[in-house]
């Protein structure tokens, strides 16, 4: 009403804004002062604005659900440790019966019973989608299968998934996407069943080792529909298998090659993918020149090429590539040692237009010439990464560059020259910077106080930025207290003492309000207690990294514990002064910590590790390597009837006695 007396211009915010900043204050004040339920497009983007915001309670997850009754698709990827055994019955109660799209991906907090008996209420349900979720075994595939009309199945990462799994899905599902990128156990047992699967459209079996070249005939002779296909890292597979599948799938508009072998006839034969969309070479042997001059003069519509570690391409290949493929939006070619400014020589207006993302990370020969070729972008580009491009990122290139892409909002700068002067240019030119790495420069305290200018700023990393102090860090936490959700400033120096190693030099930062800040990493040795109180106010903290700081105390910890209640994961390895205390402290106050990390702790015995296995329900990932007092029978008793545990590496010498213990729970990484 104040607005429209005034007759003020109202600044318009989206729904998404807004649902933004009601997680941020608590959807329980919302839920508090609702006048009825939201419509669910609103609850909606409440839930995923809460799971972004890891704020989402097993109470905020059950009323949002109640306003999402009848609602055919679902998503609660990325939960983490938010959603439990609780909300998935939720889900089954109040909004399963009409649900067509359903994605947990990396969901690490309920068990196995209670996704089944979700599956079992989701009559309708067409895609799943349950990337590195913890329990997802065959017998959840099982529960899976019985909906006849299942199209799409994620299951990457998930390494327990075994041949019988993917037959199930096979002979009941009429599967139209499989994605089984990292599932181990898979073979070529599975990819032959497949081949009954006429109506397949994209399979991924990439870090499969043991898919061979055996049933590849099959499966692309009766799936004729496969138009993306992910071989990565499958080194079975050979280039004459690839021409077959090339032969047999000209319409293919996905195709993953990474770490493959490439022959010249299989090169003369992506002449025939015409259709093709998005091409990752990296790192596969046998790309040359030729191979870029044939999908350059034959793939007209490509979009994504990715050539990292491709050192026999040179200029002649990628100019090819920059002439020819006008549509293409993301070009990598990181260590392509041989690439230089002239590959990016072309007529004015010739470079594709719409290229937004740019890798050129250890091209030394570059400088900044090539800024110049590529001007037409100015208002395009988005990404771009210089890490090693020392010639190309002096001071005054950074400066050019910074002048011609404004609108940049990642750049990677490692290893670079940047100063003052070119930092400030920098900060001041590209406002809408939200990933910044600085890894390895010469920047110090008070040229970062020029991040002010970039209020948009996601991700910071300044790791082995030498002349950095501790003062940095209010300076960084004060400029960008509006979105910085992950700051890195590792600074170990190994060959430093307490006394002469400059990043730890000056006084304490004082503690700082921050409440957006994720995950922070600062690794590095000789770091004093007293220099670790600003922690204290980063209360929306989920992952901390301290490895490798001696000096830290129990102290310490108990202040981290007790301020930082949404901790989930925690690295205090070589942190050797720390004892029994700080496991019981993590044990009273961390009750959402799903990783701890924590080698050559030699002071940490088994009884503080139990109280931590007994009281952090959510514990899904220990790694306890070179801690010689922890590894008792008792201990490993209590890790084998931890129900959410699905990763305990103890090393090598205890590796055959975890197997025992948790020879019933297969899904568990040893």
Known sequence: EGTLQSKAPVPMRSLRELCVEAAALGVEHVRASAKGKPPQGVAQELLAACITSKSLSEETAEWLFTCLCGVRSLSLANSLTMVTDRTLDAILQLCSAQLVELDLSWCLSFSEQALIRLLGGTPNLRRLAVVKTGGVTDAVVHAAAQHRGLASVDLSRCTTITNAAVEELATTCPLEELNLFA????????????????????????????????????????????????????????????????????????????????????????ALLTELRVLYLSSARGVTDAALLCIASHCPKLERLYLSGQRAVTDLGVNSIINNCKYLNCLNISVCAEVSDHAFDAPRGTVPPGLNTLNLSHCRKLTHGCVYSLGSLGHVLRKLELSECTRMTTPDGIELIANTFPELQLIDLTSSSVDANSFAVLARRCPHMRWLILSSTSLCDTDLAELAHMQSLELLNLTSCHHLTLGVIPVVLRCCSRRLTRFDIAMCNEDADCETMAPWRG???????????????????????????????????????????????????????TSCLLLQTLDISECTLLTDASLGSLAEHSRHLAILIMACCKNMTAAGLRLVVARCGKLNSLRATNCPLVATQDLFDALAAHPALHEVVMGTKYRHQLLRRFQNRPEVII
């Open 507 to 561: 006084p304490p930062p004082p503690v700082l309000q921050h409440r957006v800040l994720e995950s922070f990493i600062l690794t590095g040795n000789n770091l004093r207690p007293d220099c670790c109180e600003f922690i204290r106010g980063l209360s929306n903290l989920q992952s901390l990294i301290l490895a490798g700081n001696p000096l830290l105390t129990d102290d310490v910890v108990e202040g981290i514990a």
């Open 183 to 270: 599932c181990y156990r898979v073979n070529d047992v599975a990819l032959r069943s497949l081949a009954q699967c006429r109506r397949l459209a994209s399979l991924s079996v990439g870090r499969c080792p043991d898919v061979s070249d055996e049933c590849l005939h099959e499966l692309v002779s009766s799936c004729s529909n496969l138009v993306q296909l992910n071989f990565a890292r499958c080194r079975r597979v050979t280039a004459s298998a690839l021409g077959h599948v090339v032969t047999a799938l000209p319409g293919l508009q996905f195709l993953d090659l990474s770490y493959l072998t490439i022959d010249a006839t299989l090169i003369q034969k992506f």
